[in-house]
């Protein structure tokens, strides 16, 4: 069973509903943008019950045929949805859109709205810290020492983008210099083009390099000693690079 | 014809229009079955005040057309009348109701426990209207056979209409000694009534759409919407 944790009232009331209706024949559909959870709500309350998705109309059509309660994901993608028979079928679907407002309303008896993270913040708290136990696991290193309070709240894509958010600061703790030489060759071979790359790609070097480095000793003149630079090439660099 | 030896009384009794006799200060001397049912929507004093105004200005009887409306009473017509200074009589004519002709699919028909549709209805509404409810329902109301998904669009569809509202009041309960007939069979009927301080009545359309569809009679007011649900079985 996919496991589902909530602290928003609203999302409890779309489990509540939905387990109410695991008794009765009516069509859901959940509603709500992409990697808010919808999929994974619907198998920690119907674990069993097959899955299809609206992208392949023949599987749907299939699996219609052959249950009497399924999945649909991305149910905006099924082409003709307005010839679909739900009689007596229990049909839960979701959708990362509505996108023809009068079928849907017309096909579907439960209607929900699932919140976007941004409207969930204890959602996003206990996510961080469930990513971080999982990519803990695979990095085999200390949760620990991570606190979850210093993992960016990156909630750009919901779910996805604090994931990544949550591996990439694992990630980058278990870094060796190899390692990050080995990002950098992947990204140069990608990547390079022009007549004046070396130009453009130094930012990557220095712009990190200078941005530590005034966090850790505070002033340009202490860096401009660590560094073994001048000041005013390094003042000058601060401004091409604009930072701060 | 000679009336005389002829008890009539029954035939008051049993008659589907509310009869309600009053003395001269406004105290029910005798009422009918009907009466007894409307008086459980209306006040006293009201029909006394009613019969009143529409009483002949002397002895014998008057028939008046009349619109009223007591919750889901509608009448069209009353006579009052008297022969003493002691006694005030009302009959009150139900107007007639427009039943529903459409046949009842028994194939897309489940027997549903209606507190279930009604608990997980108010849970999708919960997701969008957090405003105090009040939820009044009838834990031992029968099983009733119900097309499930239509009869979910139509709670839908009536909770859309209070989605602003505040002091939302829910009430489903049994409608004692009330039928309704449905392919010859006499049903009875549940009543689930949904109020507040105001509404919206842009799904009026689709509520009538839908109570239609599950042969449930629906009255639409200002404030309310409440739905007469047979209890097929």
């Given at each position: 069973m996919d496991n589902f944790y909530t602290t928003s009232d609203a999302v409890k009331q779309i489990v509540k509903g939905l387990t109410l209706t695991k008794s009765l024949y009516v069509s859901s559909i959940v509603i709500g943008e992409?990697?808010?959870g919808k999929k994974t709500l619907l198998r920690h309350i119907f674990p069993d019950t097959p899955v299809v998705c609206g992208s392949d109309p023949e599987a749907v059509e299939k699996a219609l045929d052959q249950n009497d309660e399924i999945i649909i994901t991305?149910?905006?993608?099924?082409?003709?949805?307005?010839?679909l028979d739900f009689e007596n079928k229990r049909i839960l679907a979701t959708a990362d859109y509505i996108g023809n407002h009068n079928v849907v309303d017309s096909l579907f008896a439960f209607i929900y709205t699932m919140p976007p993270l941004s409207e969930r913040p204890d959602d996003i708290l206990y996510l961080k810290r469930r990513f971080l136990r999982e990519g803990a696991e695979i990095f085999d290193i200390?949760?620990?020492?991570?606190?979850?309070?210093?993992?960016?709240?990156?909630?750009?894509?919901n779910c996805k983008s604090l994931k990544r958010a949550v591996y990439f600061r694992l990630a980058m703790h278990t870094m060796e210099q190899e390692d990050i030489m080995k990002v950098l060759y992947r990204h140069f071979f990608d990547t390079l083009q022009g007549n004046n790359a070396y130009k453009e790609n130094i930012g990557l070097f220095e712009i990190p390099l200078i941005r530590a480095g005034l966090d850790k000793y505070g002033s340009q003149l202490k860096l401009s000693e660590i560094l073994g630079i001048n000041r005013n090439t390094l003042r000058k660099k601060i401004h091409e690079h604009r930072i701060d | 014809m000679n009336t005389v030896s002829i008890d009539f009384k029954p035939f008051i009794e049993w008659d589907n229009n509310p009869f309600i006799l009053f003395d001269?200060?406004?105290?029910?001397?005798y009422l009918n079955n009907a009466a007894e049912i409307l008086l459980g929507y209306v006040s006293r004093k009201e029909i006394f005040e009613l019969a009143l105004s529409h009483a002949?200005?002397?002895?014998g009887f008057q028939t008046a057309p009349v619109t009223l409306r007591y919750d889901i009473f509608n009448f069209f017509s009353v006579t009052v009348g008297y022969e003493n200074e002691e006694q005030l009589g009302i009959r009150l004519y139900n107007a007639p109701r427009i039943r529903n002709q459409s046949p009842v699919e028994n194939d897309k028909l489940v027997e549903t426990d209606l507190n279930i549709l009604l608990e997980a209805n108010i849970a999708l509404f919960r997701t969008r209207n957090n405003n105090k409810l009040e939820l009044l329902t009838d834990p031992d109301l029968p099983k009733l056979k119900i097309d499930q998904n239509t009869f979910s669009k139509l709670l839908r569809k009536v909770f859309e209409a209070f989605r602003?509202?505040?002091s939302i009041r829910i009430e489903l309960k049994m409608l004692v000694g009330e039928h309704v007939i449905i392919e010859g069979k006499k049903t009875p009927l549940a009543l689930l009534s949904v109020s507040a301080n105001g509404r919206y009545v842009d799904t009026d359309k689709q509520i009538v759409e839908f109570a239609e569809s599950c042969h449930v009679r629906y009255y639409l007011y200002e404030k309310s919407v409440k739905l007469e649900i047979p209890l097929l079985s």
């Open positions: 992409p990697h808010t991305r149910f905006e993608l099924l082409p003709n949805k307005e010839n200390d949760a620990e020492k991570f606190p979850v309070e210093e993992i960016p709240n990156d909630i750009r894509q | 001269n200060q406004g105290k029910i001397l002949p200005q002397s002895y602003a509202s505040d």
